[in-house]
């Protein structure tokens, strides 16, 4: 079974992953209203930002957060000036990296959700004098709950699989930053199969759980629609 590093690593996986959803949350919804609804030319320019982790390796990316907060960087100097010390190898500079990280997972569904919406119900909500965010409360969200959902689901799932990013801006202490993808791979570096495979294979069915419920929930919410 899994020894305590193993459960240590465990723990803050999800105390991780559960940190950066409830963030993600809060600061994709603004983000993805504003994509959803600004004709800016800064949309392409935003949206592509957002979109970068999905094509970036993340160990470019761990690699750059871990220069610009760094005792030399311009964001290590601004947290060292404001007494918090620098990010890396701490849980607070895991949780920017996986915020960063995991961002298009929640801000995309919440932006095609927004933009599913359209205009009319916003437009029926004006009428009746709804404020901007009495409209925003009253209608968007319940509109938007299943694109919550998948955001919430999709945020945590890709956040308990993260490894580069998070050994590049963690490192590998134990019960502060080896969150379990960095100690499956230190399993195997010791030749740990038995461990590794407890971890891995835990992995792996925590994740096909939590996609196959979502998917369960989205074609039975579709069937009760076309009913």
């Given at each position: 079974?899994?020894?305590?590093?193993?459960?240590?690593?465990?723990a803050?996986?999800?105390r991780l992953?559960?940190?950066t959803?409830?963030?993600?949350?809060?600061?994709?919804?603004?983000l993805?209203?504003?994509?959803?609804r600004?004709?800016?030319?800064?949309?392409?320019?935003?949206?592509?930002?957002?979109?970068?982790?999905?094509?970036?390796?993340?160990?470019?990316?761990?690699?750059y957060?871990?220069?610009?907060?760094?005792?030399?960087?311009?964001?290590?100097?601004?947290?060292?000036s404001?007494?918090?010390?620098?990010?890396?190898?701490?849980?607070?500079?895991?949780?920017?990296?996986?915020v960063?990280?995991?961002?298009?997972?929640?801000v995309?569904p919440?932006?095609?959700?927004?933009?599913?919406?359209?205009?009319?119900?916003?437009?029926?909500a004006?009428?009746?004098?709804a404020?901007?965010?009495?409209?925003?409360?009253?209608?968007?969200?319940?509109?938007?709950r299943p694109?919550?959902l998948?955001?919430?689901?999709?945020g945590?799932?890709?956040?308990?699989?993260?490894?580069?990013?998070?050994?590049m801006?963690?490192?590998?202490?134990?019960?502060?930053t080896r969150?379990?993808?960095?100690?499956?791979?230190?399993?195997?570096?010791?030749?740990?199969?038995r461990?590794?495979?407890?971890?891995?294979?835990?992995?792996?069915?925590?994740?096909?759980?939590?996609l196959?419920a979502?998917?369960?929930?989205q074609?039975?919410?579709?069937?009760?629609?076309?009913?």
């Amino acid at each position: 079974m899994l020894d305590d590093a193993s459960l240590q690593a465990l723990a803050l996986t999800f105390r991780l992953a559960a940190t950066t959803t409830v963030l993600l949350l809060l600061a994709g919804t603004p983000l993805a209203w504003w994509l959803a609804r600004t004709r800016s030319w800064l949309k392409g320019p935003v949206g592509a930002l957002v979109a970068l982790p999905l094509v970036l390796p993340p160990v470019v990316l761990g690699f750059y957060l871990l220069v610009l907060m760094g005792p030399n960087g311009p964001v290590g100097q601004l947290t060292q000036s404001l007494g918090w010390g620098v990010l890396p190898f701490t849980f607070a500079g895991l949780v920017v990296g996986s915020v960063l990280y995991s961002m298009p997972f929640v801000v995309q569904p919440l932006q095609n959700a927004f933009e599913a919406i359209g205009e009319r119900p916003l437009e029926a909500a004006a009428t009746l004098r709804a404020s901007p965010l009495d409209t925003f409360f009253s209608v968007v969200l319940p509109l938007a709950r299943p694109a919550y959902l998948t955001a919430a689901v999709m945020g945590f799932a890709h956040t308990v699989g993260e490894f580069g990013i998070v050994l590049m801006m963690g490192g590998n202490i134990p019960g502060k930053t080896r969150v379990m993808s960095v100690q499956i791979y230190d399993h195997v570096e010791a030749l740990e199969y038995r461990q590794a495979h407890w971890l891995a294979g835990g992995l792996l069915v925590f994740s096909f759980l939590v996609l196959l419920a979502l998917y369960t929930l989205q074609s039975g919410r579709r069937k009760g629609q076309g009913a």
